[in-house]
């Protein structure tokens, strides 16, 4: 028995007293206290604030993202013991599994976003917005971190997963957090803690932890912190409606249990695939980490034809779900979290029973494989039938945060969606059909009250995360009693702890707040070539004027011959009664090779390859006696990390290719993505 420390200011502290006593889910036995009383939170924001803001503030998103990487390869390395103590709060391997290594994979999944950010430390939103006649006074967005701190209320059920989940997206944005697990399983989060402290990945004041009760921590969070909450829906409504949350406008993403609901679609029969598709993923939803997910499947719809053929299967399956301590061959089920949670899901349970059956499973009795129920968390899979959904609706108002579930039939996939809407909001729904129209109609009809969907039949069953598994580049949150928050999300998600500004000045200006090149600034010419120079040589705003060429029928003919397309509009002046063009026009993809030709310095030089083409479009038809000459410009650049010691160091540089004609119009426009050599190979 230990006593689990805060790391709060720089150290590792214990709280006044002790607020809780921390068990073995298995066993019962005693293994470890907490308290976080007497801690001075305001202080705990302030550090986070200063300590941990200013130098995560000065990181571009490429360092950041790096930073990320490098600690999700760190915590990978040492997953093995974080299995051997997530065992204390009653998960198998598979629990397990999902807690750390989906955990950590929320942190290689965040780094990798960094592809998607500029090379700086804010974010340039969108395009710029023209505000004058003459192009010299231009509007644009960029997105600058919040100067606050990240607080993270945390739930029991995913220690590790529940804060890396989080914190890898204020991270990435910039932003510091203090991490508030459940106090009741805290000791496997301190853990993972101390390992990433002690690493020095992270800036000092990056990361701090609370792992008691943490009454007070949220008290002094000021207007640029933001407040993250997953547990229940009354609880995270309360603190989110507290006087000073509302009052200094912090933001608060609410991420609540919820009533998710999983539906067989009408064609899905027994003897389909599908049928037994769903079989199987909602008993793995009722007993996968014992029920305890946010996500799991509380309401079963299945059409009233088939609900007997579909108790008998799930019966059959859950009867076959061993109980007991996962350290043995053959468990498939451990136990609750605590003893407490126990009694709340049977309080809950025995409500439910009030106006619908249980067809398997006890409320008080279990049958347990290599531990004592009374001393352990134990608690049945049950699973309820509920044949007047419409009338007995308690089962869309109450959760059982345990293996509980229940069976309910439908007459119309309209009903279903009707009764999967009742939920009042959830985090995820599902739906297994082999019927892609039926799967669009109740996507459309039942994905506004959901955060997330998912379509399950056989063609995507092989590689189908599951109905339980929110991703990280997808948003996980859910309208209504789902709290109506958005947690992960890919770039949204980061986006979130991002104050979007709109700057509004000369184009010169914002080329240089921006560090993208903005149409109207100043554009000096290059010399030497821009192809000569490497990548920390160049500089946005830069230009090569080209030569000229005047476009000829011979080229439109070659064009045609060595590329294939003879589209009329090229090839046939007889048939261009009725369209745009005058006479025949050169080909738009001609026109930006012949820029090529017009802007590419031929000679070995920095400049290694061009690799991609963005944003290309064509703005004027180009015809034979045109004169056409290029801008090229240099529009942004991207540091990229060394893949290896071997590796060339370079960076990225888009160009921006603004091709004219001979009246001084745009005829096109592109922006080309090259790989460019750094002067110090070394680095």
Not at 624 to 645: H, I, N, W, Y
Request: proline residues 4%.
């Amino acid at each position: 028995m230990k006593t689990y420390q805060n790391y709060i200011c720089g150290k590792w502290t214990n709280g006044e007293g002790v607020e809780v006593e921390q068990f073995h889910a298995i066993t019962g036995e005693k293994i470890g206290e907490v308290s976080s009383a007497g801690i001075d939170f305001e202080a705990v924001l302030d550090y986070g604030r200063k300590v941990g803001g200013i130098p995560l503030r000065k990181m571009t998103f490429q360092e950041r993202g790096r930073m990320l990487k490098a600690l999700a390869l760190f915590l990978l390395e040492r997953k093995n013991q974080y299995y051997q103590i997530s065992a204390y709060t009653g998960a198998t391997k598979v629990d397990s599994w999902i807690d750390i290594e989906g955990g950590i994979g929320n942190l290689f999944a965040n780094a990798s976003l960094r592809k998607q950010f500029p090379d700086l430390p804010y974010y340039v939103d969108g395009s710029a917005v023209p505000l004058s006649k003459n192009g010299t006074f231009i509007g644009h967005h960029i997105m600058l971190p919040k100067q606050g701190v990240a607080v993270h209320i945390n739930a029991f059920n995913f220690p590790i997963w529940g804060m890396l989940e989080k914190i890898a997206v204020n991270l990435m944005a910039g932003v510091p957090a203090v991490v508030k697990p459940s106090e009741y399983t805290s000791f496997l989060t301190e853990v993972v803690v101390r390992d990433i402290i002690a690493s020095n990945i992270l800036p000092e004041g990056s990361l701090q932890l609370v792992v008691g009760l943490g009454r007070g921590i949220i008290d002094h969070v000021q207007t640029e912190d933001t407040v993250t909450f997953t547990g229940s829906a009354k609880t995270g409504k309360t603190l989110k409606g507290l006087p000073h949350i509302t009052e200094r406008s912090v933001s608060f993403n609410l991420e609540a249990d919820s009533l998710n609901a999983c539906i067989l679609g009408e064609k899905a029969i027994p003897g389909t695939p599908e049928f037994d598709l769903f079989i199987k993923e909602v008993t793995k939803e009722i007993t996968i980490k014992a029920g305890q997910k946010c996500t799991a499947v509380r309401r079963i719809f299945v059409p009233e034809a088939l609900i007997d053929h579909v108790q008998e299967a799930l019966t059959k399956r859950l009867a076959s779900t061993s109980i007991g301590d996962p350290s043995l061959e053959g468990i498939r089920m451990g136990a609750l979290a605590t003893r407490l949670q126990v009694e709340r899901v049977r309080e809950n349970a025995q409500l439910l029973a009030k106006n619908q059956d249980i067809v398997f499973g006890s409320i008080d009795d279990v049958q347990v494989q290599g531990a004592d129920p009374k001393l352990g968390a134990f608690f049945s899979p049950i699973l309820f039938r509920n044949n007047r959904p419409f009338e007995h609706t308690a089962v869309h108002d109450i959760e059982c945060f345990g293996p509980v579930s229940t069976l309910m039939p439908y007459k119309s996939l309209e009903d279903a969606i009707a009764l999967a809407r009742m939920g009042k909001g959830s985090l995820v729904s599902s739906i297994v059909t082999p019927d892609d129209q039926e799967a669009m109609d109740y996507v459309i009809g039942a994905g506004s009250m959901h955060g997330r969907v998912l379509v399950l039949n056989e063609r995507c069953a092989k590689e189908s995360t599951g109905h339980g598994s929110p991703m990280p580049l997808l948003t996980h949150g859910g309208p209504g009693r789902a709290g109506g928050g958005e947690e992960m999300g890919g770039k949204r998600g980061v986006l979130h702890y991002l104050q979007r500004t709109a700057i509004q000045g000369h184009p010169s200006t914002l080329t240089k707040i921006t560090q993208q090149f903005q149409v109207g600034a100043d554009m000096p010419e290059a010399n030497p070539h821009v192809f000569r120079k490497h990548f920390e040589e160049l500089v946005i705003g830069e230009t090569v004027f080209t030569h000229k060429h005047t476009v000829t029928d011979a080229d439109i003919v070659n064009f045609a011959n060595v590329s294939g397309d003879n589209f009329y509009a090229h090839m046939d002046a007889t048939s261009l009664e009725g369209t745009i063009f005058e006479r025949r026009v050169a080909h738009g993809y001609f026109v930006l090779s012949k820029a090529a030709g017009l802007f590419v310095d031929p000679k070995k030089g920095p400049v290694l390859l061009n690799y991609g083409l963005e944003d290309a479009r064509f703005t004027k038809p180009v015809y034979p006696g045109a004169t056409l000459g290029v801008r090229f410009t240099v529009k942004e650049k991207m540091d990229q990390e060394k893949r290896s010691e071997d590796d060339i160091a370079k960076g990225i540089v888009k160009f921006l290719v603004d091709v004219y004609d001979e009246t001084g119009e745009t005829v096109a426009l592109a922006t080309i993505l090259t790989m460019v050599r750094k002067l110090d190979q070394t680095n």
